[in-house]
């Protein structure tokens, strides 16, 4: 059985999502380079900041994240080792295992970035669904309570 073709209105709300989901990643591109590292490496420095539960996460956890190959996400690893933005420790389970953590500078890069794409995503509010906007607008005023749906 075939599915009914796409109607015009369909392709436009496919497009515009498509336009500003680009748009939002040229002007993160642009931001992490100003800031002296690729989006990339804030990727990886997000993801290891934000692991649920710990303040580190192993390669393999990470190429899950990023949806890399286990060797591309090591050479990542080491550029950024030699950035000064994370290191490297043997695992506490299991020594086979790499723990990949932010050092002080990592952590502070990552704070300003991380602020940054904040701002920006509750800035563009309303052009396209942000998931997990509530808990972001939470985390930017503590103190904010949530109404109820009217």
């Not at 009914?4 to 709300?13: D, G, I, W």
């Not at 990592?106 to 509750?122: I, N």
């Amino acid at each position: 059985m075939r599915a009914a073709p796409l109607a015009k209105q369909e392709f436009e709300t496919l497009s515009a999502f498509r336009h500003q989901l680009r748009r939002f990643q040229r002007w993160s591109e642009d931001l992490t380079r100003r800031h002296g590292v690729t989006n990339l490496q804030y990727l990886l420095m997000l993801h290891i900041a934000g692991f649920a539960g710990r303040e580190w996460a192993t390669i393999t956890e990470l190429a899950e994240r990023l949806l890399a190959q286990h060797h591309g996400v090591v050479a990542l690893v080491s550029r950024c080792e030699k950035l000064g933005l994370v290191e490297r420790r043997p695992g506490r389970s299991d020594g086979r295992e790499v723990e990949v953590h932010l050092t002080r500078k990592g952590e502070r890069t990552v704070e300003r970035l991380a602020s940054q794409h904040r701002d920006e995503l509750m800035r563009i509010e309303g052009l396209f669904a942000v998931p997990g906007k509530a808990q972001l607008a939470r985390a930017e005023n503590p103190n904010r309570t949530e109404q109820p749906p009217q």
